[in-house]
Every structure is written in C-alpha cells, then in structure tokens.
C-alpha cells in the first residue's frame, strides 16, 4: 500500500473516532482502529530499505599527478618511508576515480531535518572513530564519523605532533608521542567539516565530518562508494570534496547535493558521479 493512501486511512480513522465517541458506546472501538492505523502510517514511513553506490570521477581530460610535499622539519622521522605525497587531490589514473570524496545522505527537507534510521543502525555500535599521525601525515586523510560517536586523536610517531581543531571546538594542543586526545560530544552543526592540523608540520591538515544520521561514506582509491541499509525513498546526496567543495547536484554543484530515489529491497545505483576541475 503507498504512503499517502496509509495516511489518509490514518486520517480517516481519526476522524472516525471522534464520531464514535461523539454517539457514546463506541468510544473505544473508534480509538483502537484510530491506533491500530496510525502506528501502520509511522512504520510504512521507515519501511523498505535499499542501497547506494557511485563512483566519483575526475572530469577534467588530463590527470593530475600528487604533488609532493615540502618537509622542512624532523625529515629523518617524516621521511623514513620515503617522500610524502599530498592527500588534497589523488585522482587513479587508471579509472578517473577520486580518492577522498565525502558523500552523504539527506533529507529532501535539509540538513537539520531527521530521516529514518535502519533498526540495526540506530544503536551505535562503534563508538570510537580513530585518526593517527603514523608519519606526518593525518591518517586517514578525510573520515566522517556520526553524532554521538568519540573521536581519537592519536599520535604513535616517534616526535611530537600538535593538534588544532576548527572551528568547534577549537583547540590547539601538544600530543607527545605515543599519547591521544579524545574529543567527545561532538555535534552536526554544519554541512562542512571539521579541520585538523599540526601546526608544528605545517603541510599536515586533515578534515573530520560530524553528521547526523550513519549514511556516509568516504570514496576509496577508485573514487567508489557504497552506502547500505538507507531508507527507501526520495532523498538528497551530497558530495564534497577538499579541493573542490560541493561535487553533485541538481544542474550545477550545490550544498544541496542532488535528488535521488532510492529503491527498496534493491542497490541503487548512480553511475559516474563527476568532478569537475575549478575553472
């Protein structure tokens, strides 16, 4: 049965009840079928349930290459496994596909507004989300993470390593080696992310999403992402990417992302995803 016609039932019953009740006697009668639909309209809200998959691809025609790096301090610990290579923009030459994409799902209505959670999601399993510092880079490079989730900042380098947060919270701090900072409570205030740096390595930044719901992704070495168990429906997929901001939308990039339906019981799938080249 659609939605719509499950709430206009719903409607109906109500409007059933007060009839029932206004002749007496049947007062509970009106009010257990009044029930019985309502609480149908609220599953059939959160019934069915499918899967997401893309591709995020480089649009331009030539590839570019990572560029290294400058290390100009504590080389012997940040170069012991060779030259480092910059994480802003690692596009695979053999497919187009782009690396560190974020991707994420919303509510046709925005940001702020809730969506259905899956029953095996609304608990969060994973409660701690964990970046490293291994070799002066921020490892990985973009995570996304859910509201009510702890990150872990940690640094298993053998020199110390400083980590300043932007914009909340903010705070800049020593991290020696082998220690961690934990950062709790953590909101999805913004559709963009957090940024994390060490300002003792300069070149050494990294971007933390905090979202409200657990459908997100982060594009792998071949620019795919999949997202499981989301509801069915009509829905907003956002895209952003660090070096080019917002990547999908309805006719031209947009904080917004782009409208898509996805279908329950089955994987849908959105093809190449492009990412075009800042002009």
Known sequence: MQLWCIRALALAAFALSLMFAGCGGGKDI?????????????????????TIKGQVVWAGDKVPERAQLKVDKDQNACLKNGPLLDDKLVVNPKNKGVRWAAVYLMSADGFKK????????QDIKKKVVEVDQPCCLFEP??????????????????????????????????LPPGTQLKLEDLKARRQTPLSIACNIHGW????????PNPYFAVTDADGNFEIRDAPAGDFRLVVWHEEIGWVAGDGKPSKNGKKITIKAGDTTDLGKIPMKPTE
């Open 114 to 121: 809730a969506i259905p959670i899956h029953p095996s999601l």
């Open 141 to 174: 490079h973009i995570l996304a993470l859910r509201e009510g989730q702890t990150l872990v900042v940690k640094n298993s380098a053998a020199i110390p390593h400083n980590v300043k947060v932007d914009p909340e919270p903010s705070l800049n701090q020593i």
């Open 30 to 50: 009106g009010s257990s079928a009044s029930v019985m639909i309502l609480t149908a309209a609220s599953a059939a809200e959160s019934e069915g349930w499918g």
């Open 204 to 211: 050494m930044t990294g971007k933390v999403f905090v979202l």
